[in-house]
């Protein structure tokens, strides 16, 4: 996830532009931690937006499925 990611993800929960701002300068300053900003999101007020995305992003619930065909089949 990029920081224009973020930042659109925050726009388009309407986030107030002084709020984003400051999560802004916070993810310049220590980089893109997404619970730490689920957190200052709370604190300020809102519902966490990107709680769900670590659990989606995992790679631990992927199935490789062979898509080649075999003289067997």
Partial sequence: MKIDDILFELESNYIDEKDIKTIKKYINEHGIRLAEIDRILEDMGYDAIFDDYEAIS???????????????D
Avoid at 58 to 72: E, F, G, P, R
Wanted: charged share 20%.
């Fill in 58 to 72: 995992s790679n631990a619930s992927v199935q490789k499925i062979n898509s080649k065909k075999h003289l067997s």
